[in-house]
């Protein structure tokens, strides 16, 4: 079936530095990728839409200057955190759309803000 | 707008005893409803999905569940809780191809040995 990998896993970075997590999928083009940010023991919180080519959609209240994506090819999207604070700390799942209309989640990226 | 409300943030139960776990949903188009597992520091994974097809829907690891459009539910049901089913369950709902999908809050399943 469908796979995205996401990438890395765990991070752990220093504050105010800026970490970039990758997704990529294997078998499918993911015409849509959807960025999501998960607090403890809480749902899925979207925070920003991109199709390939174009520029996300951010969600309101999200700072698009402080999470940027990028979505360049139909296998790749990245989310890139910049001057990480500790309140950026949290777990990050990036999901894929195709043309069969599925979603497809990454396996998550668990941020730590030092 | 699309919506969904997990009734129960934690649901408990026996080893081998039913499972049930609520989902009611609001959609002003006919809606797409999902199923999700996640396991701690793990994506979610697809359980099974209503596309409008049967309205019964059988999906991985022994789950179901069932579209009622006359009471928007979309209740997921396993026969025989498995300790292994002990996770993060989420209900989602979406109305049209690749927008996002709007998750309920979650329900937690124990399962008790």
């Known amino acids: 079936g469908a796979v995205v990998s996401q990438h890395p896993s765990w991070v752990i970075c220093k504050s105010g530095t800026s970490v970039k997590i990758e997704c990529r999928s294997l078998d499918f083009q993911a015409t849509t990728m959807f960025w999501y940010r998960q607090f403890p023991k809480q749902s899925l919180m979207l925070m920003a839409t991109s199709n390939e080519g174009s520029k996300a959609t951010y969600e309101q209240g999200v700072e698009k200057d402080k999470f940027l994506i990028n979505h360049a090819s139909l296998t790749l999207s990245t989310l890139t955190v910049t001057s990480a604070h500790p309140e950026d700390s949290s777990f990050y799942i990036c999901s894929a759309s195709g043309t069969a209309g599925d979603y497809t989640f990454g396996s998550g990226t668990r941020l730590t803000v030092v | 707008a699309q919506s969904v409300t997990q009734l129960g943030s934690h649901v408990s139960v026996s080893e081998g005893a039913l499972v049930l776990l609520r989902c009611n949903y609001s959609?002003?188009?006919?809606?797409?409803l999902f199923w999700y597992v996640q396991y701690p520091n793990q994506g979610l994974q697809l359980l099974l999905k209503?596309?409008?097809?049967?309205?019964l829907v059988k999906g991985i690891n022994g789950f179901e569940a069932e579209f009622k459009k006359s009471e928007t539910s979309f209740h997921l049901t396993k026969p025989s809780a498995h300790m292994s089913d002990a996770a993060e369950y989420f209900c989602?709902?979406?109305?049209?191809?690749?927008?996002?999908?709007?998750f309920g809050k979650g329900t937690r399943l124990s399962v008790i040995a």
């Open positions: 989602a709902v979406r109305a049209v191809t690749n927008t996002p999908l709007v």
């Open positions: 209503y596309t409008s097809a049967a309205t």
């Open positions: 959609s002003s188009v006919p809606p797409y």
